[in-house]
């Protein structure tokens, strides 16, 4: 669906985006994470047709993303980082009038403002909207074109854990309904949790690229604590991978003296610090 190559642009004379190479398959939920100012709103910029004076190739649904036409819009659904809403309409009226933009058979409005929590909102102007609010109604204009391919720029970010909890929700519909989706966020665990694969991207440039579940075996050690009797409780810790090499460990196990182990994966924020050694704020 999406095939991007020798990518590389520059805002001024820095480079913003160097060298960056993708693919994102039909189907997919593929996340860019990164700290603030990395590049990726200008990534998702380059593929929904906003920036065209890139280098290299940035091909979506087929077309070089600079050299598409407006039916291009047809095909995509963009989520902006910030919210692009007329402020004197409601939330109703914004919807009737972009989806008035689009050939396409569209989506019921009622049905998108119900599954957002905001049917009851609809006939308020979006100028008494809250952030959160805004964030929602943008969301979903998103989606009221019934596009293939979903680019959401931190569609969670700003939101309530309930509203959160919603937004992903219907994230993992639209991947069941087929839907591509390129999703942008800071937030690792939910980049954990929808992301099929995630690129890691610091300073315009893809510093790791794999399944989360990969990038937390590749570099990750899973780790065991465990506690004993010795007069008084007493931890102590090791690799998994290395029980046999743990001495004492050995000895409690024969003697029965464990009280307790837990093992502890690393999270992908573990990773991202580890692999591109910048936290992710
Ligand atoms: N219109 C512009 N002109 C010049 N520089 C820009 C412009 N837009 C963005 N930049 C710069 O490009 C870099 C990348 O910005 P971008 O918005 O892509 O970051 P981001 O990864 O989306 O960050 P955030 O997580 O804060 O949204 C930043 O250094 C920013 O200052
Ligand atoms: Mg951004």
Known sequence: MIKVRDLTFSYTKNKFLEDINFEVDQGEIFGFLGPSGAGKSTLQKILTGLITTYSGSAIVNGIESKKHSNTYYETIGVDFEFPSLFEKLTARQNLKFFGS?????????????????????????????????????????????????????????????SNSRDMKNIILEEKKR????????????????????????????????????????????????????????????????????????????????????????????????????????
Do not use: W
């Not at 957002?116 to 009221?144: H, P, T, W, Y």
């Not at 929808?194 to 890691?200: G, K």
């Not at 794999?210 to 465990?226: E, F, Q, R, V």
């Open 178 to 281: 087929g839907k591509t989706i390129i999703l942008t966020t800071h937030n690792m665990n939910d980049a954990a949790e929808l992301c099929d694969r995630v690129a890691f991207i610091v300073d315009g440039k893809i510093k790791a690229l794999d399944t989360p579940h990969n990038l937390i075996m590749s570099k990750g050690a899973t780790k065991i604590t465990y506690s004993y009797d010795a007069g008084r409780e007493m931890t102590g810790e090791c690799l998994l991978s290395h029980t046999a090499d743990d001495k004492l460990l050995q000895e409690l196990l024969r003697s029965n003296q464990v009280l307790s182990i837990h093992s502890s994966e690393p999270t992908l924020n573990d990773i991202f610090i580890e692999v591109t050694g910048r936290m992710l704020v």
């Open 101 to 161: 933009l689009y050939s396409r058979k569209l989506r019921a409005s009622e049905e998108l403002l119900t599954k957002v929590g905001l049917q009851q909102d609809g006939d308020k102007k979006v100028s008494e909207f809250s952030k959160g609010m805004k964030s929602r109604l943008n969301f979903i204009k998103a989606l009221l074109h019934d596009p293939e391919i979903l680019f959401l720029d931190e569609p969670t970010s700003g939101l309530d854990p």
